[in-house]
């Protein structure tokens, strides 16, 4: 008797381009940090942008602070990691709709952004989701 293996080729294209939201489980931490971004108020960070449309366009301000939240919620520190994990890691890839931030410009958001990271409301978050084991986020 032949033997039965579902097929697996990686060069396979996609018809359709996948939908983030099929990704990662509805109960995901991801999900949770992205609906706690939506709510906290980010004027803080968008101020420092220049409103006219000039320069370089940067990364949005909600992704980068979502994405900060939960690499800080998972463990992972530094710039280096967090775009490496940006790269590998599909909850990283959720988090930033595919976009790959470079270690250098997460460094620069986080240093230019000190304060206003500091002043989120995430530890409240971060306390509701730690009854859920979402997260080592050290006090």
């Given at each position: 008797?032949?033997?039965?293996?579902?097929p697996c080729d990686r060069e396979q294209e996609l018809l359709l381009p996948p939908s983030l939201r099929e990704w990662l489980p509805e109960d995901h931490?991801?999900?949770?940090?992205l609906d706690a971004v939506e709510e906290i108020d980010l004027s803080a960070f968008y101020g420092v942008y220049r409103k006219d449309g000039w320069g370089r366009a940067a990364f949005e301000p909600r992704m980068m602070v979502a994405l900060l939240l939960y690499a800080y919620a998972v463990g992972?520190?530094?710039?280096?990691g967090i775009e490496r994990r940006c790269r590998e890691d599909v909850a990283?890839?959720?988090?930033?709709?595919?976009?790959i931030p470079d270690h250098a410009t997460i460094a620069r958001f986080r240093a230019r952004h000190e304060q206003p990271l500091a002043?989120?409301?995430?530890?409240?978050c971060w306390r509701s989701a730690?009854?859920?084991d979402w997260c080592r986020w050290e006090w």
């Open positions: 008797m032949a033997q039965n293996f579902l931490l991801a999900w949770f940090v992972e520190r530094s710039s280096r990283f890839r959720v988090l930033t709709a595919n976009q002043d989120t409301p995430s530890r409240r730690r009854g859920r």
